[in-house]
C-alpha cells in the first residue's frame, strides 16, 4: 500500500509543508487517540465555516477555527458504501473492488482499523444507516462495530417498524426484496441516538490503557423519502429542510466534542463527509447518478494540536483516500 497523506499535501508553501511532515512523522513516538467523524451527504457550502449564508453551524466551525480546512476536498464515488470503502482502505473504488449495492468489501483489502488494531490499537464504530451495515463488510478490523438501527430510512409505510435482520442473499431481485423491507424498517438511525452511542463507548475505550480509534456515522442530513409521495414532492422536500438537517447535525457534532472535554487536545480529528448532494442543479436532486461537482466535493478538517497547525485553509487537491494514510502517519505506522 503507498501512501500519501494530507499531512504531504495540507500547505500551500514549501516551509508549510515541511513543518506538517516533520509533525506527522515526530508522532511515531506518541501515538494519539484518534477519532473519524463521517456526516453523510454533507455539501461543504451549507456549513458557516466554508461560507455559507444560510445557517451556522458552531460546531464544526470551531473544529475547523482549531485545525486545518481543507477547500478542495472530494470523494472518488458519490454513494456511502463504496466511498466508506475507499476511506477505510486508502484506495480508489477502481482497486477495492466494491461496484454495487450487492457488492461487499472483499477481504482482501486491508483496511484502516485491521492495520490500527494490529499495532495495538483498540477499534470501534458506531454507524447510523444500513449502507454501512457489517454485511457490506465494513467492519474489517473492528473490535466493535455498533450498526444497530431503529428507524426506517424509508418512510410512509403504514405498519408498525418491525426489528429486521440483516442478511446477505445470493440472489439480486431476492437482495433488492429483501433490502426493501429493511428500508421500511430499521434501516437508520437517527443523530442523537448516534451520539448517545458514541459517548457511551467512549466511556469503556477510555477505560483501557490502549490509544483507541473511533469511527462515528451521522446520517443526518440524507433525505427520508416518503413512500405516499412521489418523487418530485419528496425531492421538494429534501430541499427545503436540507440546511436545517445540517444544522440539527452540526448541533449533535457539538455535543460529542463536548463529551470529549479535555481529552479532544490529545487527540486527532478527522471530519468529513462520503460524498455531497445535488439540491436542484443540473436538474437533479440526491446522490449517487452523477459526478457533478455538487456530489464529489466534500468537507475536510483535520484537528491535531501541536501537530497540525490551526486556522489553515489548504487549497491542495486531496480526497477521502487520504484519511486513511494521515491517520496512519500520526500512529507512526506509514510504509
Same mark, same amino acid.
Given at each position: 500500500?503507498? %501512501?500519501?497523506?494530507?499531512?504531504?499535501?495540507?500547505?500551500? #508553501?514549501?516551509?508549510?509543508? #515541511?513543518?506538517?511532515?516533520?509533525?506527522?512523522?515526530?508522532?511515531?513516538?506518541?501515538?494519539?487517540?484518534?477519532?473519524?467523524?463521517?456526516?453523510?451527504?454533507?455539501?461543504?457550502?451549507?456549513?458557516?465555516?466554508?461560507? #455559507?449564508?444560510?445557517?451556522?453551524?458552531?460546531?464544526?466551525?470551531?473544529?475547523?477555527?482549531?485545525?486545518?480546512?481543507?477547500?478542495?476536498?472530494?470523494?472518488?464515488?458519490?454513494?456511502?458504501?463504496?466511498?466508506?470503502?475507499?476511506?477505510?482502505?486508502?484506495?480508489?473504488?477502481?482497486?477495492?473492488?466494491?461496484?454495487?449495492?450487492?457488492?461487499?468489501?472483499?477481504?482482501?483489502?486491508?483496511?484502516?482499523?485491521?492495520?490500527?488494531?494490529?499495532?495495538?490499537?483498540?477499534?470501534?464504530?458506531?454507524?447510523?444507516?444500513?449502507?454501512?451495515?457489517?454485511?457490506?463488510?465494513?467492519?474489517?478490523?473492528?473490535?466493535?462495530?455498533?450498526?444497530?438501527?431503529?428507524?426506517?430510512?424509508?418512510?410512509?409505510?403504514?405498519?408498525?417498524?418491525?426489528?429486521?435482520?440483516?442478511?446477505?442473499?445470493?440472489?439480486?431481485?431476492?437482495?433488492?426484496?429483501?433490502?426493501?423491507?429493511?428500508?421500511?424498517?430499521?434501516?437508520?438511525?437517527?443523530?442523537?441516538?448516534?451520539?448517545?452511542?458514541?459517548?457511551?463507548?467512549?466511556?469503556?475505550?477510555?477505560?483501557?490503557?490502549?490509544?483507541?480509534?473511533?469511527?462515528?456515522?451521522?446520517?443526518?442530513?440524507?433525505?427520508?423519502?416518503?413512500?405516499?409521495?412521489?418523487?418530485?414532492?419528496?425531492?421538494?422536500?429534501?430541499?427545503?429542510?436540507?440546511?436545517?438537517?445540517?444544522?440539527?447535525?452540526?448541533?449533535?457534532?457539538?455535543?460529542?466534542?463536548?463529551?470529549?472535554?479535555?481529552?479532544?487536545?490529545?487527540? %486527532?480529528?478527522?471530519?468529513?463527509?462520503?460524498?455531497?448532494?445535488?439540491?436542484?442543479?443540473?436538474?437533479?436532486?440526491?446522490?449517487?447518478?452523477? %459526478?457533478?461537482?455538487?456530489? $464529489?466535493?466534500?468537507? %475536510?478538517?483535520?484537528?491535531?494540536?501541536?501537530?497540525?497547525?490551526?486556522?489553515?485553509?489548504?487549497?491542495?487537491?486531496?480526497?477521502?483516500?487520504?484519511?486513511?494514510?494521515?491517520?496512519?502517519?500520526?500512529?507512526? $505506522?506509514?510504509?
Amino acid at each position: 500500500m503507498k %501512501l500519501r497523506g494530507l499531512c504531504a499535501t495540507v500547505g500551500t #508553501s514549501l516551509l508549510v509543508v #515541511s513543518i506538517i511532515v516533520a509533525s506527522c512523522m515526530a508522532s511515531r513516538e506518541t501515538r494519539p487517540n484518534v477519532l473519524l467523524v463521517t456526516i453523510d451527504t454533507l455539501r461543504p457550502d451549507h456549513l458557516s465555516l466554508y461560507g #455559507s449564508p444560510l445557517k451556522e453551524t458552531p460546531a464544526i466551525d470551531s473544529l475547523g477555527h482549531q485545525g486545518t480546512v481543507f477547500d478542495a476536498a472530494h470523494c472518488d464515488v458519490t454513494w456511502t458504501t463504496p466511498s466508506m470503502a475507499s476511506t477505510m482502505t486508502g484506495s480508489y473504488a477502481i482497486h477495492h473492488g466494491f461496484k454495487s449495492p450487492y457488492d461487499r468489501l472483499s477481504d482482501a483489502n486491508v483496511t484502516l482499523a485491521e492495520i490500527l488494531r494490529g499495532a495495538g490499537y483498540q477499534t470501534a464504530a458506531i454507524v447510523g444507516s444500513y449502507p454501512l451495515d457489517s454485511i457490506y463488510g465494513l467492519d474489517q478490523g473492528f473490535e466493535v462495530y455498533d450498526d444497530a438501527m431503529t428507524q426506517p430510512l424509508l418512510t410512509g409505510a403504514t405498519a408498525e417498524v418491525q426489528p429486521v435482520e440483516s442478511k446477505r442473499l445470493d440472489d439480486v431481485k431476492a437482495q433488492q426484496d429483501w433490502n426493501f423491507q429493511k428500508t421500511i424498517n430499521n434501516s437508520m438511525r437517527p443523530d442523537d441516538q448516534v451520539t448517545d452511542a458514541a459517548l457511551a463507548l467512549l466511556a469503556s475505550l477510555r477505560s483501557q490503557r490502549r490509544p483507541f480509534f473511533l469511527w462515528v456515522h451521522y446520517f443526518g442530513p440524507h433525505d427520508l423519502p416518503d413512500i405516499a409521495l412521489n418523487v418530485f414532492e419528496n425531492a421538494t422536500i429534501h430541499v427545503d429542510t436540507y440546511a436545517d438537517k445540517v444544522v440539527r447535525t452540526d448541533r449533535e457534532i457539538g455535543r460529542l466534542i463536548a463529551g470529549l472535554g479535555t481529552d479532544l487536545d490529545r487527540m %486527532l480529528v478527522i471530519l468529513h463527509a462520503d460524498h455531497g448532494e445535488s439540491l436542484g442543479e443540473h436538474e437533479f436532486v440526491g446522490h449517487g447518478r452523477y %459526478l457533478f461537482e455538487d456530489n $464529489l466535493r466534500v468537507p %475536510l478538517i483535520v484537528r491535531w494540536p501541536g501537530h497540525v497547525p490551526a486556522g489553515i485553509r489548504a487549497q491542495a487537491l486531496v480526497g477521502n483516500i487520504d484519511i486513511a494514510p494521515t491517520v496512519l502517519e500520526a500512529a507512526g $505506522l506509514a510504509k
